[in-house]
């Protein structure tokens, strides 16, 4: 799949904090010293990793849909890579924004 046809795309982020001050969840990888925003092509991918994603306990999360494109922008504008992750984590494709 070219990654410019994704743009139109639908795809699903953990948002934390939802209805407040509202992020995306992302990650660090010590490893590779990387940046990321978990993202998934299914909700029910997402709402079955982002159970097992490290998450700080006083914090909301929920599964929201966003369009690629939009997400592209923000992670560009924050520092951030995207990983489509399958519902066990793997990593399905990188993208920089």
């Given at each position: ?56 306990p006083e914090k909301k999360y929920e599964v929201q849909a966003i369009l690629l ?29």
């Open positions: 799949m070219n990654e410019n046809s994704d743009n139109g795309s639908w795809v699903y982020v953990a948002v934390e904090d939802p209805g407040g001050n509202e992020k995306f969840m992302g990650l660090y990888d010590e490893k590779t010293r990387i940046s990321y925003i978990p993202a998934f092509y299914e909700k029910e991918d997402a709402m079955a990793c982002v159970i097992n994603l490290p998450r700080s494109e939009e997400l592209k922008k923000d992670a560009r504008n924050n520092g951030f890579l995207i990983f489509m992750l399958d519902a066990e984590g793997r990593i399905l494709k990188q993208i920089q924004p």
